[in-house]
């Protein structure tokens, strides 16, 4: 049984982080919807604040805050170095690269649920089994202008700008 809290999936993406006034440059894997894993041989002590900005499959930068929960330094080769980062802050595009990967996080554990890829379905199969895809609606704020991604069964839950926090409306 796995020690780990949530479920990851692995995904190598370049990533910057900062902490203590310095800049450097890493490979994260090992995605959560509450953590990933930073590949790195400057590891910072656990309770360390970093700034991490992490490049997605899309080109899009994702900046994040997280808290490093563990570190690993060692010799031996075939142990990864690096560390354990539980996310503080995320934002937009990294919600929009974990649904892509997942379906909702539970908000009461952060626990993903795993969801149904067509990359997964073998040839012969997939054209008698068809996922139902989630009706999404781009959404233009109000306030800042910028264009959310909103699935239509949220719609009466009174979304929110993922930039500004404004509230946004079907109209």
Do not use: W
Not at 129 to 135: G, I, K, N, Q, T
């Amino acid at each position: 049984m796995s020690k780990r809290r949530h479920s990851r999936f692995i995904r190598r993406l370049e990533t910057e982080f900062s902490a203590e006034g310095k800049n450097y440059r890493a490979i994260s894997s090992d995605f959560s919807c509450n953590g990933l894993f930073i590949r790195t041989n400057h590891a910072f002590p656990p309770g360390t604040i970093l700034s991490i900005r992490v490049h997605l499959p899309d080109g899009t930068p994702s900046d994040l805050k997280g808290r490093v929960q563990r570190a690993l330094k060692t010799t031996v080769v075939s142990l990864k170095n690096g560390m354990g980062i539980e996310l503080i802050e995320k934002d937009l595009p990294y919600a929009n690269f974990m649904l892509s990967y997942t379906s909702e996080c539970d908000e009461k554990n952060g626990k993903p649920e795993p969801k149904f890829r067509p990359v997964d379905i073998p040839p012969a199969v997939e054209e008698t089994v068809s996922p139902a895809a989630p009706d999404f609606m781009i959404m233009s704020c109000p306030a800042c202008g910028v264009k959310n991604k909103v699935r239509t069964e949220r719609l009466s839950q009174g979304p929110k700008c993922g930039k500004c926090g404004s509230m946004l409306s079907a109209t």
